[in-house]
């Protein structure tokens, strides 16, 4: 029997070796996990504010099936069997770290196990990624959150598996980390052989030796958790303290931009910027930071816009493909940019109005006929006509008044000559005309003098036709407009009937600078821009020979932004481009620049302006009575139409009383002659071709 049971021992010796090494491995590991849980436990209290919402990332259970226990890694058959406990064991653990959260009471709670997520707007500051490894995965189901996705976040990386060098684990997890701009993070990585413990790892990305201007190099221990009892950290060190510092040590701040008066002024060389309001916001923080400025090469697309399949092109194209570290322009806080870029703080509002050209004055040449309206005209012309008839009428009750006064055509003559400021041929003699004369002169003399003053007036200063004033008159003044792309947005306004039509009606105006300038040039344009942009074009670019700006605006701003510059999804510089944008906006230096700006663009055009010493008066010339040419021309016309006409009836006239003077003569003749030979001589004279008061009477032989 005892060497029955000595062999039945040896038997069994290899099943029980294994089965207490499993025993003791599944101690270790639950000792190992309880510890982590405790951990993270303890790193919540301290760090995530209660109330806050605290994101809890779980592997999918097809991606927990590599995960194998070192002491487990040369039994084939074993893995299978330990494959499906570690699944069972991570879904317990992290069910168990769930409910030791939650019954803190302090924060809620958001899971993802691998699916997509749902839509939410609320960002989310605290995140836990519970892992065997990577964490690619999990980043990218967190990114489907939406807007609620923040990689300036906590982040808590809890990896479950121990490995020969934890220290290489922590560096790769930080760079899949860092790929998606996470910084603020700790990675719990179990100890390798026989120590209990668990190392904390972090990276400054600023600060050697750990990082160099964003870029990872080593990884550093931060603390270490020991397991035992309760457990507790050796050192109690700030596990997440500001990663960037403010001295960045001329690490390059890549901006992308382009040239667009007054936000940026472009420099003599390439990619260089000499001026603009918003280039010196970004030297200021740039010097603020200690960062040295790169601009890449200005985008053909501009600003930019979505295309179908999601990305950007133009400067926020450079943003979302992280070429460039900010970008602005001019920029307004967009909902459609805003989905997939980052902004800073505003630095100042910025209002859209309607450019218009500015009213021309009126032709000088004009002035004659702008006295008086066309009915004022006309009636003149009807007075004069009553004058003539009155003074003919009271001249025919006096026998020794002058012909010249008793027909119609003489008073007429000398009602005009009056009124034309000139003397008459001859003066009445009657007591009767000579007082309606009188008044008619004195009727004249105010005529001749208001017209004589307002010519006067109208050729010193023409003043301003019509000026575009309302959405109405646009709309009525029949003149093309448009405006770019991106306001279309803003102005789509159903309850407002005038902008609908104006939207539908529009033409796309991509090219803002050429778009402006056609209204100051050509004048047959309509398009809508920001206020600092007409200000600093009415200040140099925009101006006539005399100085006075070509671009106005009428009512007011319809659109009203904030400006603002973007960054790239998560970039870890925002808060101190944010610090240095206050810090600028408090002292009053962007509104500052603005206006230092503004001046700088008025001396300029005072430099190139035409001296002219005619700014204080105006002097007549010949081209100011071109009005009075023309009806000078005119008066010539209608005397050489008139004097034809009369050379006509009176050749008419002659012609028919010849004809009836030679008629009556062979009329008389009539009586000896046959009377076949009258009517051959009257045939003859009626029908003949030649001009009979050239070549006289024809007789047939």
Not at 32 to 40: D, E, G, N, S
Not at 166 to 184: D, G, H, S, W, Y
Not at 278 to 298: D, G, K
Request: charged share 20%; with cysteine; hydrophobic share 40%.
């Amino acid at each position: 029997m005892l060497m029955l049971l000595i062999i039945i021992l040896k038997a069994a010796e290899p099943h029980l070796h294994i089965q207490s090494l499993k025993n003791v491995t599944n101690r270790a590991e639950s000792h190992l996990r309880t510890h982590i849980l405790k951990c993270i436990t303890s790193i919540s209290e301290t760090y995530f504010e209660a109330g806050s919402v605290v994101v809890i990332s779980l592997p999918r259970d097809s991606d927990l099936s590599h995960i194998v226990s070192p002491w487990d890694s040369s039994h084939s058959e074993q893995i299978t069997r330990h494959d499906s406990h570690s699944q069972s064991t991570n879904r317990y653990d992290a069910t168990f770290l769930l409910r030791h959260l939650h019954g803190r009471m302090k924060w809620s709670f958001v899971t993802s196990q691998g699916s997509a997520g749902e839509q939410h707007y609320h960002k989310w500051y605290n995140y836990i990624l519970w892992s065997s490894g990577t964490v690619g995965k999990q980043l990218e189901f967190l990114k489907s959150f939406g807007q609620a996705w923040n990689p300036r976040g906590r982040f808590i990386v809890a990896l479950n598996e121990i490995g020969s060098n934890p220290r290489q684990q922590a560096r790769a997890v930080l760079q899949e980390l860092r790929n998606k701009k996470i910084l603020n993070v700790i990675i719990l990585v179990p100890a390798s052989g026989q120590h209990h413990t668990l190392d904390i790892y972090s990276w400054f990305p600023y600060k050697s030796p750990t990082g160099k201007c964003g870029q990872i190099r080593n990884v550093i221990l931060v603390d270490q958790w020991i397991m035992h009892k309760s457990g507790y950290f050796t050192r109690n060190a700030p596990l997440f303290p500001i990663k960037i510092p403010h001295d960045l040590g001329k690490c390059p701040l890549t901006v992308t931009t382009f040239p667009f008066p007054p936000f940026t002024v472009a420099g003599n060389q390439k990619n260089m910027y000499e001026g603009g309001f918003e280039i010196r916001l970004l030297e200021f923080i740039a010097r603020a930071m200690n960062m040295s400025i790169v601009y890449t090469a200005p985008p053909p697309e501009l600003w930019g816009k979505k295309l179908e399949n999601g990305s950007w092109t133009g400067m926020d194209g450079h943003l979302t493909l992280d070429r460039a570290d900010i970008g602005g322009c001019g920029t307004v806080l967009s909902q459609e940019e805003a989905a997939d870029l980052d902004f800073t703080v505003s630095h100042g509002s910025l209002g859209f109005k309607w450019v218009v050209p500015c009213a021309k004055p009126f032709p000088r040449w004009k002035s004659v006929t702008r006295v008086y309206s066309l009915a004022a005209w006309l009636s003149i012309i009807l007075t004069i006509l009553f004058a003539a008839i009155v003074l003919m009428c009271l001249a025919r009750y006096v026998d020794r008044e002058l012909t010249l006064y008793k027909n119609l055509t003489g008073c007429l003559l000398c009602s005009w000559a009056v009124m034309m400021g000139v003397s008459a041929g001859s003066l009445p003699r009657s007591g009767y005309v000579r007082p309606f004369f009188i008044l008619w002169v004195w009727y004249s003399l105010a005529i001749n003098t208001l017209f004589q003053i307002y010519v006067t007036s109208y050729i010193v200063d023409p003043g301003l036709q019509k000026q575009i004033q309302s959405v109405q008159d646009v709309l009525e003044s029949g003149v093309q407009h448009g405006f770019h792309p991106d306001l279309n947005i803003f102005l789509l306004d159903e309850s407002d009937e005038l902008l609908t039509k104006i939207v539908e009606h529009s033409e796309p105006c991509n090219n803002v600078e050429v778009c402006t300038q056609r209204v100051a040039q050509r004048g047959d344009f309509v398009t809508i821009s920001n206020h600092h942009r007409i200000q600093y074009l009415n200040t140099y670019k925009t101006l006539d020979n005399n100085g006075k700006p070509l671009l106005c605006t009428f009512g007011d701003e319809v659109i009203q932004n904030f400006k603002t510059f973007y960054v790239p999804r998560g970039s870890a510089l925002l808060h101190h481009f944010n610090r240095a944008i206050t810090v600028a906006m408090q002292a009053g230096l962007v509104e500052y620049w603005l206006e230092s700006e503004l001046v700088a663009s008025r001396i300029k055009a005072a430099s190139i302006k035409k001296i002219s010493p005619l700014d204080n008066y105006s002097v007549f010339v010949l081209t100011y009575l071109q009005s009075a040419f023309y009806l000078l021309a005119l008066g010539y016309c209608l005397a050489s139409f008139v004097f034809a006409v009369e050379l006509l009836c009176y050749s008419t006239f002659s012609r028919s009383k010849y004809r009836n003077l030679k008629l009556n003569r062979r009329l008389r003749q009539a009586s000896w002659r046959p009377l076949w030979t009258v009517l051959l001589n009257l045939l003859n004279d009626l029908f003949s071709s030649r001009d009979i008061t050239e070549h006289g009477p024809r007789t047939f032989k």
